[in-house]
């Protein structure tokens, strides 16, 4: 079973860009907007030459990330949606360039699997 629901994976891969954000051993945050791909139950991103990235250096000492990819549906009605997913990311090899993988731990989504009008309701879960 993916961790992302069905809906969840086609909005995932509706968009284009997805917030990254990490944090130095000391706290102190770095969040940048990115392309990515989803590979099965992780997210993938990478770059021109990450190795010179805030988040390069951050994710080598602490692996803690949270993504955010979100829009809104429509304006008017006001309907925001996105999916936030807070994790560990790694640094991996790819065709000879550095990229980040992020594996969930918690996927909290928001008017992606219910749709009914209205303030969307946050659907938090644990992945194993």
């Given at each position: 079973?993916?961790?992302f629901?069905?809906?969840e994976?086609?909005?995932?891969?509706s968009?284009?860009?997805m917030?990254?954000?990490t944090a130095s051993?000391?706290?102190?945050?770095?969040?940048?907007?990115v392309?990515f791909?989803v590979?099965?139950?992780?997210?993938?991103t990478a770059?021109f030459?990450?190795?010179?990235?805030?988040?390069?250096r951050n994710?080598?000492k602490n692996?803690?990330?949270?993504?955010v990819?979100?829009d809104?549906?429509t304006?008017?009605?006001w309907?925001?949606r996105?999916?936030k997913?807070?994790?560990?990311?790694?640094?991996?090899?790819?065709?000879?360039?550095?990229?980040?993988?992020?594996?969930?731990?918690v996927?909290?989504?928001?008017?992606?699997?219910?749709?009914?009008?209205?303030?969307?309701?946050?659907e938090?879960?644990?992945?194993?």
């Amino acid at each position: 079973m993916s961790s992302f629901t069905e809906a969840e994976l086609a909005y995932l891969q509706s968009q284009p860009l997805m917030r990254f954000a990490t944090a130095s051993p000391t706290g102190k945050p770095d969040v940048a907007p990115v392309i990515f791909e989803v590979d099965r139950d992780d997210i993938i991103t990478a770059g021109f030459d990450i190795t010179h990235t805030a988040r390069y250096r951050n994710i080598q000492k602490n692996p803690q990330a949270t993504l955010v990819i979100d829009d809104l549906a429509t304006i008017d009605p006001w309907s925001p949606r996105g999916i936030k997913i807070i994790g560990t990311a790694s640094i991996e090899e790819a065709g000879g360039s550095p990229r980040f993988r992020i594996t969930p731990k918690v996927i909290i989504s928001w008017a992606i699997n219910d749709i009914t009008p209205g303030i969307p309701k946050m659907e938090r879960r644990e992945v194993n």
